[in-house]
């Protein structure tokens, strides 16, 4: 690795009295989201480095503890998670904050597990765009009842269960760790409705028992890899080191468990392609594996060991070329994710990192602290190989 030191920010965002929790980038516009610990949200203008808007999205006793955006859900929404059981959707259209939430998903998750918005393959992006604009909010009375004026119906039926497919966009859901900590449950942001849990319930509670040996849900990623017919699957880290592949057709069984690592998976991500992703944890370890559609295995292929424990958040740049940790030891690393290799070691913070995440083109990347600060990195411009 390169003995020179390592870069500064090129802008460090200061406003949140306490610990970010979380950070997200727009899907297109040059803003950025955070979550503090004492229950503010903010969005943040990315070029000219101040607050635009900011509010008390969750109580100050509980406070965010995750943020994201999505090209999924349009250009005016963003959710926000706190640990008050509550997961918010809010509209940004006038450039604030709106002063009510849209909806509000009651799921009474009171650890943790960040929640998880769908994340599809890059080329599933065209046929995203243009689609925003075709959403129209068609009961004002009613904020939930959101629909989306193309063919689909976006419904939830017997032989379309959580099918997420071309499109289907109008289907937007997102993953959280259930009331019942041992479980996933994905919820509809459309109706404000629970769909459905993993495991799958059965009445004897047979099914359930490979999870909750597991300990809780501390990890959780929603994604519709191409393979899989628009059909959603599920990566999710528990406890006791393991994480579970999913695909909600078969929501009582796993496609496969593995045991990558020895303490309590803390963050996962998925690769834009969705064939494979990274994960960190309370162990002194990071894993980059595959993910085998076909088989429905997940293969280590990269085993980092650090010399210090603990990784509470993990990014994977959207064009695929690299993958930054957020760790406990005050330090960002940026590693080359084709080939595991380590490129940098960044070492501004003050504090335990929470989180980190990618710009949409991938320009930019923001890594979110204790310390109360987020700092954005300009590194490996895209268009340049490694």
Known sequence: MSKRPPPDPVAVLRGHRHSVMDVSFHPSKALLFTGSADGELRIWDTIQHRTVSSAWAHSRANGVLAVAASPWLGESKIISQGRDGTVKCW????????????????????????????KKP?????????????????????????????????????????????????????????????????????????????PQGSPDESASVSTKERGMCMAVQLFCPPESQG?????AGYEDGSTLLWDIRNAKIPLTSVQFHSEPVLSLCVASSCDGGISGGADDKIL????NHSTGSLTMRKEIILERPGISGTSIRPDGKIAATAGWDHRVRVYNYRKGS????????????????????????????????VALWKLYPPHKSL
């Open 231 to 235: 059909f959603l699957h599920v990566l």
């Open 288 to 291: 980059m594996y595959n993910i």
């Open 342 to 373: 380590p490129l940098a070691i960044l070492k501004y913070h003050g504090a335990t990192c929470n989180a980190v995440s990618y710009s949409p083109d991938s320009e930019l990347m923001a890594s979110a602290s204790e310390d109360a600060t």
């Open 91 to 118: 509209d940004i259209g006038d450039g604030g904050l709106s002063r009510d939430p849209l909806l509000v998903l009651n799921t009474s998750a009171y650890h943790f597990c960040k929640f998880s918005l769908v």
């Open 122 to 198: 890059k080329t599933s992006l065209k046929e995203a765009e243009g689609h925003s604009n075709k959403c129209v909010e068609q009961d004002a009375e009613d904020t939930r009842n959101v629909q989306c004026t193309d063919d689909s119906e976006g419904s939830v039926g017997d032989s379309g269960l959580l099918q997420d497919g071309d499109h289907a966009e109008s289907a937007t859901y997102v993953a959280v760790a259930g009331e019942q900590p041992t479980e996933v449950e994905i919820w509809d942001l459309n109706t404000g409705d629970k769909i459905i849990q993993l």
